[in-house]
């Protein structure tokens, strides 16, 4: 259940943003997360955009908080030094109500607890802005928009904020097929595949692992269902990019 609370403007604001969201297509790579993440930084008119997940595997290393998708930088991205200034904060508010989490010169706030930073408008003190996301056993994290210039309005927040639940779920279930695809996969497979990747046909790989030609396309066959994949050159490249081959 989600409550709200008036501010001083009239408006209301989420007091807790249920982690429910309007049905989505399903993406194929996080490339298709970024035009997404593009307009929410054109909304926010902020200078670049970051989306952090905490990895499922954290139980083992505890406070790890990784770039899943980032803006395009000329002269460096801000997520590493954001994240090296800024992560026990960011991993204890995850633990709390997701409220989002305003950034300032003067230090660090969050809507509920000084709900009057809503009116702040255009301030060049706020130097980012965080919507945490908590998708319980699939994963958490943030996404962050630095330097943001419009005014901190209620409507676009509680907008935003929904919209990066939407934008980080689609991101932790490629993160989820993903390791699937790569737990999957035999040595066979991923062999067939990083030969045809080096530029051997079907008959030479056979020759070289000594199996029938039927043999080696069965492997190739099934390591494309598994990788999701639309043909052979298609999974050779998302094998590429899980590390399965070089």
């Given amino acids: 259940m989600t409550t709200s609370q008036s501010g001083s403007n009239g408006k209301r604001f989420d007091r807790g943003v249920v982690a429910t969201a309007p049905v989505v297509r399903a993406t194929g790579s996080t490339a298709d997360l970024y035009p997404r993440l593009v307009a929410m930084q054109r909304t926010m008119q902020a200078t670049a955009f ?7 595997n954290t139980l083992i290393n505890p406070g790890t908080l990784t770039v899943v ?4 930088f000329s002269d460096g991205s801000p997520a590493p030094a954001f994240i090296s200034d800024f992560r026990h904060k960011l991993l204890a508010h995850l633990k709390a109500l997701p409220h ?3 950034f300032t010169a003067a230090g660090v706030f969050d809507l509920k607890s000084d709900p009057s930073r809503i009116r702040q408008s255009g301030n060049p003190h706020v130097t980012a802005i965080a919507f945490p996301v908590q ?3 699939m994963g958490n994290g943030y996404t962050v928009f ?3 210039r419009v005014e901190l309005d209620p409507d676009i927040l509680i907008d935003l904020h929904r919209k990066s639940f939407v934008v980080m779920r689609e991101a932790l279930k490629l993160d989820f097929n993903s390791m699937v695809a790569l737990e999957s996969l ?17 008959e030479a790989i056979g020759e070289q692992l000594h199996l029938s030609v039927h ?10 269902t598994k990788l999701d994949a639309v043909n052979r050159i298609q999974a050779i490249a ?3 990019r899980l590390g399965l081959i070089g």
């Fill in 135 to 137: 998708l319980g056993a």
């Fill in 69 to 72: 998708v980032e803006s395009s």
């Fill in 238 to 240: 998302k094998a590429i």
């Fill in 50 to 56: 970051a989306m952090l997940s905490v990895k499922a």
């Fill in 215 to 224: 043999t080696v396309n069965a492997y190739l066959g099934s390591a494309t």
């Fill in 100 to 102: 989002p989490l305003v």
């Fill in 186 to 202: 035999n040595d066979r497979e991923i062999e067939c595949l990083q030969l045809v990747g080096n530029g051997m046909k079907s």
């Fill in 146 to 148: 630095f330097g943001p």
